[in-house]
């Protein structure tokens, strides 16, 4: 919305604020100030001149051109000019050498036409006054010659743009703006609607057919209007400045008063119509060519103006051809009516045709403005044009005005400061309301603010326009609480555990498409969404491989040639049931209802994903990094996770575990089958794992705290072991004898290398581990650190026929 400061102070006559100061406290009372355009300052040299001669030159073919001499006050100008619209002795705008035209236009002296040219005569539309560019701007005859132009017609003005959020469509209007500007001054407000109007008798026949989506319909008639009346000087000027184009005089009056109170007026051409006006929807199969001459099939949902002919207009939208108001209309039907938002913003959208009519409608228009409207379009053109005003329809079904009560200490305790009671009264009667009451306020909102619908909005209305800014910032205290849920903690424990280990974490969107659970074997039914954010990832993520594989790639695509990767998030393995009906949206769900809500939701366990490629610790990754990872994760939350070898799904046979706890299943742990690395382009020998981490943290909670392990202030003994078993021997087997035979004093043991190969037979393997001995109370000797260590290789070879690989 632009508002011309200029306006605003002829609305408001005690209004002594720069432009500057006007918009900082409408910042302050909520609304945003986008820019202050500083119009006339581009305007300089423009003085009023008297014309003292012309000469017509006429040896230019097909051209007439105008040689003049300038009187501007003492000095004489001679200058060459091509209008014809001005006669001797008429007072034009001169812009005199050195002087500057909107667009950042010099005046110069320059020859032409075999003369000198000594400035310029300039036209309305180069002073940047309207869009007339016919021929020269000629001034009143009792203009001071000499004066400059830029003051004489007021060219100097300053306009706010102001960005209007949707629930404040009462901002889209002077009116509006000028009742915010008077609140935030503290000055009177006169409100231009509040005028006379002739009662309703002797007018065109309306009839509302659609109550729902027209609540009133006031019509005027004029006639007699004289076909050569144009709109005067300040009134292109006011609607140039707002961002409108002047085109003639019907059409910019009832573009003034959309500006000026709010409401969107339509003119037809009165002798067009036949039969009575009706506001009704669009039937099947009609068509209507608006006035941007397209012609357009109607939705029976499009609300339209018929007569008897059929459509002839889209109603609060954009009127239509055949009532169009011609060079030749004498007489006039303005519509002032009241449609309501969802179907003139449903029109609008349908026909792609947004209009500053259609933008108020959407927000909400005032229901008593329409007869005050009406009223001010039928006096300027009465004023303007000649017009004289006939009858008057009036038909009005909207609703009585809610009737609010609001607690009048309630916004300062919303607020955290003190609001006296006479400030929160006097605050509601500058927004409009009426109201009464002392404890409890009976308030009811002006009809102009249909955003009024309860407490809260009424306590807005007060801390806004006593100002943001005067609220008190006050860290609350936060109420005594218990910290993190177990659960918590040990995610977070699991977590770090990862980030420790050298992983990164990744949050990824919970969207997958069906090529990526394809390229990973496919058998997975995940839940599809009604309405994704694209079509192409339109099902819920049943695991979290392939984000993270999707994230493994894209880093090493931009020369990441080392990448590991974790995320935690919620997966959906399986489609929910049948939702039930939508419950209402008039109150709150019921329980019943949330319950039935929350049963048609999908299974979301919360799992634990690994991603890892390139090189790790010195070497290329391989399936033992990933079991590495999620058993060590395992350890921090206090839990001895098991493995054992299996084939499944997207990992490579002979190289995948599964997870166990207990004995049962809780992940995977591998390298990645090589169909699945070629189709999905990942670099070779890519591993991965996912545990159910709600199964993990279930377990760890269930066994309680984990007990730290004592810190022993002695050094660490390190010995490494390298044993040759059965192939079908598993390492985590081996493992466990080694920490029965070595003791106490083993803390701890890890797999380094396996090694198959001729140098230990076939169908044998070497499987390396480095054993870790400390004890709490003393420094180790290296022959309890030889008898710990031979009576762990003796334990592993009496379970597993384990033997120290001597080559």
Not at 629 to 651: D, I, K, N
Request: glycine content about 10%; some cysteine.
């Amino acid at each position: 919305m632009r508002v011309p400061v200029s306006w605003l102070r002829t609305m408001l006559p005690g209004l002594t604020a720069s432009a500057d100061e006007i918009g900082a406290a409408l910042v302050r009372a909520g609304l945003e100030v986008e820019q202050i355009h500083r119009v006339g300052d581009d305007v300089q040299g423009v003085v009023v001149g008297r014309v003292l001669d012309i000469e017509e030159l006429t040896e230019f073919k097909n051209k007439t051109i105008r040689y003049c001499h300038v009187d501007v006050g003492g000095t004489v100008h001679e200058v060459v000019c091509g209008a014809r619209n001005f006669a001797v002795g008429d007072l034009v705008a001169f812009a005199t050498p050195g002087g500057l035209l909107p667009g950042d236009f010099h005046i110069s002296t320059r020859q032409t036409y075999g003369h000198t040219s000594d400035g310029m005569i300039c036209s309305a539309r180069e002073l940047g006054v309207s869009d007339e560019h016919a021929g020269i701007l000629v001034l009143p005859e009792d203009s001071p010659v000499g004066a400059d132009v830029v003051d004489l017609l007021g060219l100097r003005d300053q306009v706010l743009d102001i960005a209007v959020t949707p629930d404040r469509g009462y901002a889209l209007s002077m009116r509006g703006m000028a009742r915010e500007v008077a609140a935030a001054f503290g000055l009177p407000f006169s409100d231009p609607a509040a005028t006379d109007v002739p009662a309703a008798g002797d007018g065109h026949p309306v009839r509302i057919d659609d109550p729902e989506g027209c609540d009133r319909y006031v019509a005027r008639t004029v006639t007699g209007l004289d076909l050569a009346a144009q709109s005067p000087t300040w009134l292109q000027r006011r609607l140039t400045l707002a961002g409108m184009r002047p085109i003639s005089l019907a059409v910019d009056v009832t573009n003034h008063v959309l500006l000026e109170l709010g409401q969107p007026l339509h003119a037809f051409d009165l002798a067009k119509l036949t039969g009575t006006v009706a506001v009704r929807r669009a039937k099947p199969g009609e068509r209507l060519t608006t006035l941007d001459g397209q012609d357009r099939a109607l939705d029976t949902e499009d609300l339209v103006i018929s007569d008897d002919s059929g459509p002839i207009a889209l109603a609060g939208v954009m009127g239509g051809a055949t009532t169009e108001v011609t060079s030749t209309t004498t007489s006039l039907l303005i519509e002032s009516a009241r449609f309501l938002p969802v179907p003139i913003a449903r029109t609008a959208r349908r026909h792609k045709l947004p209009s500053e009519a259609s933008k108020r409608f959407e927000r909400g228009v005032d229901p008593e403005l329409a007869p005050a409207a009406a009223e001010a379009a039928v006096r300027l053109l009465t004023e303007l044009g000649g017009a004289t005003a006939m009858g008057t329809t009036d038909v009005d079904q909207h609703s009585e005005p809610l009737v609010l009560d609001l607690q009048v200490g309630l916004p300062g305790r919303l607020a955290g400061r003190d609001y006296a009671p006479d400030v929160v009264r006097r605050r509601l009667e500058d927004v409009g309301c009426r109201v009464d009451g002392d404890d409890v306020l009976r308030v009811v909102p002006p009809s102009w603010r249909p955003d009024l619908i309860g407490s809260a909005e009424l306590v807005e209305e007060v801390m806004r326009l006593e100002g943001y800014d005067s609220i008190p910032i006050v860290l609350p205290t936060a109420p005594a609480g218990r910290g993190l849920t177990s659960a918590q903690r040990l995610r977070r424990t699991a977590s770090r555990a990862l980030a420790t280990a050298g992983l990164l974490e990744v949050v990824i969107p919970p969207f997958v498409s069906e090529d990526s659970l394809e390229a990973l074997g496919g058998g997975m039914t995940p839940p599809r969404l009604v309405n994704p954010l694209a079509e192409t990832e339109a099902l819920l993520r049943p695991s979290l491989l392939p984000g993270l594989l999707d994230a493994l790639l894209r880093n090493v695509g931009r020369g990441l040639g080392d990448v590991a990767l974790y995320e935690i998030g919620v997966v959906f393995p399986a489609p929910g049931s049948v939702a039930p009906q939508s419950p209402s949206v008039s109150g709150r769900p019921t329980r019943d209802e949330i319950a039935a809500l929350d049963a048609a939701l999908p299974p979301q366990p919360r799992h634990v994903g690994v991603v890892l490629a390139g090189q790790r610790n010195g070497h290329p990754v391989d399936w033992a990094d990933a079991v590495e990872a999620v058993v060590g994760m395992g350890r921090a939350l206090g839990l001895a996770l098991g493995t054992r070898p299996v084939e499944w799904g997207p990992w490579h046979p002979g190289r995948t575990a599964e997870v166990l706890l207990d004995g049962s299943r809780v992940g995977f742990a591998g390298e990645l089958h090589p169909r699945v690395v070629e189709r999905l382009s990942l670099p070779a020998g890519t591993v991965a794992a996912e545990c159910n981490l709600d199964v993990l943290v279930a377990a760890a909670v269930a066994a309680g705290p984990v007990r730290a392990a004592s810190i022993s202030p002695y050094p660490l003994a390190s010995v490494d072991v390298a044993l040759v078993v059965d192939h079908g021997v598993r390492a985590a087997d081996v493992e466990s004898a080694l920490r029965i035979g070595a003791g106490e004093l083993l803390e701890d043991v890890r797999l380094f290398d396996v090694y198959a190969g001729p140098q230990v037979g076939a169908g044998k393997r070497s499987l390396a581990y480095s054993l870790r001995m400390r004890a709490p109370d003393r420094t180790l000797t290296d022959a309890e650190v030889i008898a710990a260590r031979d009576a762990a290789v003796a334990e592993a070879g009496r379970l597993h026929g384990a033997v120290l690989r001597t080559a």
